[in-house]
Structure formats: structure tokens, C-alpha cells
């Protein structure tokens, strides 16, 4: 296939075990509760311990309402209990002043809640500058939508934007911003809108975010019938650029028959679509001396990187150069023949290209 010849690869590898001083404070975040008031209600979420404050200083225009009590569950996040609504305007924009050419994770958070009393889920547009980002739409009151995208701005603010595409009243529930290290999840045009970021071989069935995760990445659980969990209790070192949550690679998973290999894919129902996939792996075995793990990754049936056998306790990611184009996009990762051990899979991220056109800097009312 025509796309074929143009994967490239790299293979980015902690070199040493050098101390790293994690950033674990919150400098850059940008965390808002929308609709949240303005006067003495910023707090510090006792989940994540971060810091939200109110969206009133961001944004002009819209309401602060409450969801509903009935979808008040006690294990729900306190970022969804007031919604910023929008019954005026067809765009309203929050204006963030961010660093000109820095690289950040920008994440929208919806959850309707029936906070109008409609009874009514509304579709409405999700637009970051001049460009929509994505159409928002809900299965029902209770669905939480979670939109992420890594994008580098081009000017020292960033607008986020929610339109009215008479389809019901557009509202927002959270947005947050955290920067990221420029050298990670390049691409050769247009930003990264994450489908999908495992967690795999989790032991404990929860998510992890910040702290455990310097980038405040949302990593979920995730394992799979045939495969079995591989972890340690031992620090993993995990001081790459990409810095993956410790708690994520001190887990694996791993073929249930060892002579099997990890298969898996990604698909969206766009077929045009390009992806960008970033494989995170640790040894977190005592290898000994007879044995050996080493596996070949393949990528919708050709040779992706191999190779590999992961350095034990030291985060290694593996990742994509250039979008790859495929509806469904199959990983086969497979043992050497001389391989002793079953591959393994600690951790998995998949972004999907958004192209946007430069950004402008026209002003909305
Ligand atoms: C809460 O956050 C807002 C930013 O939206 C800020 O203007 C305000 O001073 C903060 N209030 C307190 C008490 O920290
Ligand atoms: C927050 O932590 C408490 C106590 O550990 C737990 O019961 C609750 O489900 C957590 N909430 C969320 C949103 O994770
Ligand atoms: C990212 O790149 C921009 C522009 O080159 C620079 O101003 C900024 O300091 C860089 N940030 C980091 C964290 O490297
Ligand atoms: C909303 O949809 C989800 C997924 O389809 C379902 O599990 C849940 O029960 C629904 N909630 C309500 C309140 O209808
Ligand atoms: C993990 O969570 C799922 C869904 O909440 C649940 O069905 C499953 O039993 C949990 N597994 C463990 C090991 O806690
Ligand atoms: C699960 O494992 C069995 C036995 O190795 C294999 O036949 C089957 O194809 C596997 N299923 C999937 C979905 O990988
Ligand atoms: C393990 O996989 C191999 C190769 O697919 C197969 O020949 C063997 O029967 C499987 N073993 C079990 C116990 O399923
Ligand atoms: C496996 O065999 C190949 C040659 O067939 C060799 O290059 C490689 O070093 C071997 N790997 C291990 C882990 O022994």
C-alpha cells in the first residue's frame, strides 16, 4: 500500500536512571470548574488534589446552573455539579492567555445532568479558535463526554468555543489545560484528538491522572479475556520525555498462552482517518539467566519496530513519526523465536490528526 513506505520509527529510551525532579506541583495547569461562582467556591478536588477555580474570569457570556440532584451520585466528580449554559449567542468563547508556541493538552469535560429541567440532551459544536473540534452530542442526561486534543498555539491565548447549531442550548461542564513537553507527540501537521489511552494489566480498576501522572494524562483500566496481568511493586523508572504514569508501567499485560501473541486494533468509524499511536513498555520481571523476553511489533501486517526487549523497571515508548492511515489499524506483537517469555504490554496512547486551518486573530463579540 501506498502509505507503507512512509513509516519511520523511533525508539526513545531513558539512558540512564538519573534522578528526575518531577514538576509534581500544578505550574501551568489551567483548571476550571465552568459555571462554578465566581466569589469563594474554588477548591481543591479531594480525588486529584487539584486546584479548580471558577471560569468567571475567562469567559463574558452564559449562565451558571447546577445539574439535577437525581445525577448528583456520590461518586460523581465535583467538576460536574455546575455547568456553564449559553442560552444567548450563537458562539461563546473563553479566552485563555497561554504561552505562544508551547505545547498543550487541552481536555473538555460535558455532562447535561438535566441542569435547563428540559429533559432534553442538546447537540451542539465544540470549536477551539476559528475551527469546530468536534460536534457534542449525549446518549442520555447521565453520559459524561470527555474531549482531549494536544495543540500548540500559535498566539499567547487559546479560544475555546461552543456554538449553537439550534439543536439545543450549548453548555460546558469543565476545561482544562496542561502544558506538555514540546519534544513529545509531534506530528507533521495538525494536532492530536486522543481516541484512546490504556492502562494495561491494571491491578486496581481505576483510572490515574495527577499526581500519578506528572501531565495529568487520564489513563484507563484496561485488560483483555485471553491476555493475564504482569506487575511490580518495585519503582519503575519513568524519566523518558514522555513520562508515563509509574503506577501505569508497573503493570503489563500478557498473552494468557505464552506462544500467542498480543493482538489487538483501533478503529474509527472515519476512514480517512490518520493516527498517531505511542506504545509505553517496562520489563517488570525478574528476568533470569535462561530466560528471555524479546518481540517483534507488527502493524497491520508489517514490521512496525523490532526487536524489543524492554529494560527492566525503565520506561521505554515507541511511537509513530508519521500518521498512519487505516480504518482499522491491527497491532500484532509477538515473540522472537528464541524468546523465552511472552511479549508484553504496559501502557497504550492513540491520537487521531485534526488538521486545523492557522489560526486567525479575528475577535468575537
Ligand atoms: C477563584 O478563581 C478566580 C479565577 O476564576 C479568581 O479570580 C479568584 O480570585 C479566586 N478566588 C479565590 C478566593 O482564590
Ligand atoms: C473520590 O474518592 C472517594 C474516596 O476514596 C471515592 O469514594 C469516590 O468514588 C472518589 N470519587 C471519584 C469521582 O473518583
Ligand atoms: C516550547 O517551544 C516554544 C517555542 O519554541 C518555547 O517558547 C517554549 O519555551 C518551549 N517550551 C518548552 C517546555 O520546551
Ligand atoms: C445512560 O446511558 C448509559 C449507557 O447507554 C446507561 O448505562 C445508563 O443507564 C443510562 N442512564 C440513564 C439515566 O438513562
Ligand atoms: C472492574 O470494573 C468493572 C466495571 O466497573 C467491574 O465489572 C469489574 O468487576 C472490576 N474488576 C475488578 C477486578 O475490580
Ligand atoms: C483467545 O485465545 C484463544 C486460544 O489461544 C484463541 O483461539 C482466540 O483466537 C483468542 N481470541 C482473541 C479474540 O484473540
Ligand atoms: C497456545 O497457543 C499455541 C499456538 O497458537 C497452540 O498451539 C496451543 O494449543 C495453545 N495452548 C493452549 C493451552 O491453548
Ligand atoms: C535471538 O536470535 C537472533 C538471531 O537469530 C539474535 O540476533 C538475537 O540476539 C537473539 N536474541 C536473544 C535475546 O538471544
Known amino acids: 500500500m501506498e502509505m507503507s513506505k512512509h513509516f519511520l520509527f523511533a525508539l526513545l529510551c531513558a539512558s540512564s536512571l538519573a534522578v528526575f525532579v518531577h514538576s509534581q506541583d500544578q505550574s501551568g495547569f489551567i483548571s476550571l470548574d465552568c459555571g462554578l461562582p465566581a466569589k469563594g467556591s474554588n477548591y481543591t478536588d479531594i480525588n486529584t488534589s487539584i486546584y479548580y477555580v471558577s471560569d468567571a474570569a475567562f469567559i463574558d457570556t452564559g449562565i451558571s446552573k447546577t445539574i439535577s440532584p437525581e445525577f448528583t451520585t456520590p461518586d460523581l466528580e465535583k467538576q460536574l455539579l455546575y455547568v456553564r449554559s449559553f442560552p444567548e449567542n450563537i458562539r461563546n468563547c473563553y479566552n485563555i492567555k497561554v504561552t505562544n508556541g508551547n505545547k498543550y493538552l487541552i481536555r473538555a469535560t460535558f455532562m447535561y445532568g438535566n441542569y435547563d429541567s428540559q429533559g432534553k440532551v442538546p447537540v451542539f459544536e465544540l470549536h477551539l479558535g476559528e475551527n469546530l473540534w468536534s460536534v457534542i452530542g449525549f446518549v442520555n442526561a447521565s453520559t459524561v463526554r470527555t474531549l482531549e486534543i494536544i495543540h500548540v498555539s500559535t498566539l499567547d491565548y487559546i479560544n475555546i468555543c461552543l456554538v449553537n447549531i439550534k439543536l439545543g442550548t450549548p453548555f460546558i461542564s469543565a476545561l482544562e489545560l496542561r502544558p506538555l513537553n514540546n519534544n513529545t507527540y509531534v506530528t507533521k501537521s495538525g494536532s492530536l484528538m486522543l481516541l484512546s489511552r490504556l492502562d494495561m494489566g491494571s491491578t486496581t480498576n481505576q483510572t490515574v491522572r495527577y499526581k500519578d501522572d506528572v501531565y495529568d494524562r487520564i489513563w484507563k483500566p484496561y485488560n483483555f479475556f485471553n491476555w493475564t496481568q504482569l506487575s511490580t511493586t518495585s519503582a519503575v523508572a519513568v524519566s523518558n520525555n514522555y513520562h508515563p504514569a509509574e503506577s501505569v508501567m508497573n503493570t503489563a499485560s500478557t498473552p494468557k498462552n505464552s506462544s500467542e501473541p498480543l493482538l489487538f486494533y483501533f478503529e474509527t468509524v472515519d476512514p480517512t482517518s490518520q493516527f498517531y499511536f505511542y506504545l509505553h513498555f ?68 492513540v491520537y487521531i490528526v485534526k488538521e486545523f486551518l492557522q489560526s486567525q486573530t479575528v475577535n468575537h463579540g
Do not use: C, H
Not at 507488527?298 to 526487536?307: M, R, S
Open 282 to 349: 517496562a520489563e517488570v520481571e525478574k528476568i533470569q539467566a535462561d530466560q528471555s523476553r524479546e518481540f517483534n511489533i507488527y502493524l497491520n501486517g508489517k514490521l512496525w519496530y523490532g526487536p524489543v526487549s524492554p529494560d527492566y523497571l525503565v520506561a521505554t515508548t515507541i511511537y509513530s513519526r508519521e500518521p498512519i492511515g487505516m480504518g482499522r489499524n491491527y497491532f500484532w506483537i509477538i515473540k522472537t523465536d528464541n524468546s523465552t517469555l511472552p511479549p508484553i504490554l504496559n501502557a497504550v496512547e
